[in-house]
């Protein structure tokens, strides 16, 4: 029983990045993306809203998103976004069975096929990309 | 619904949303960042009529990809006949709210009752 009750981490499990490698830090990661662009999406709809107000109270909406912390959060969002898109498409690939390998005899050290280089390699792409859209999209946001 | 549909439809709005993002996206970049938000490029954004059916389509694609992806993580969190239902009508009910917010302010920007 005790043992059974050890074995129930709960949320602290689901959160700990540390184990399983980087595909757990992937899986973190897709969902912090996920539940930041959501709050960008709610944020935006919201900030968009102010447009039917006239150009008043829309001039006074860009006064306050148009600033160097408006900026650095739109080229966090910039990168989220593309993270999210592009590991959000290896995980699609992976559902429809494509590079995740060919199911096999469990063997010592028992890897899961599933956790191949491909799939890391995307990751790694993934945040590679992110990394260079962020920078881009932050040379336009200040640059103007 | 089946979780395999549902999951079946989160892929396809993602899908969906990914090229319609892009277009919008692009479409800030035909001129200077600063220049295309202000006032009257913006409105008239939202009177061009394939621009504002095209604002809408990513609206609910968005919508609904956004608060399904909120309902798996909860649904992850925790499981139970009545914490499930609380989170699947919570989803939609969300869902509902924000399409219908952002339809009103494409509505009304679009027909020019700004």
Redesign the interface.
Known sequence: MAERLSNREGIKGMANPTRYGIERVAYWLQRLTGLGLLAYLIGHIFETSTIVHGKVAWDKMLEFTQTPQGHIILTLVIGMCVFHTANGIRVMLGHGGIGVGKPGQPEYPYKAASLNYKQRLCIWVSIGLAALAMMYGASVLFGD | MRESII?KIH?GT?LGA?VL?AVHILMR?TQ???QS?Q?QN??AN?HFLPYALMLESI?IL??VH??N??RV?LL??KQGSSYEKMVNYGSIASMAI?IA??S??IL??GMG??
């Open positions: 999951m892929y993602a990914v993002v970049m200077n960042f600063g938000l006032y913006v409105i939202y609206l968005l919508s956004g608060f992806g909120l993580i992850e969190l924000l917010y952002g009103r302010t009304m920007a009752m700004s």
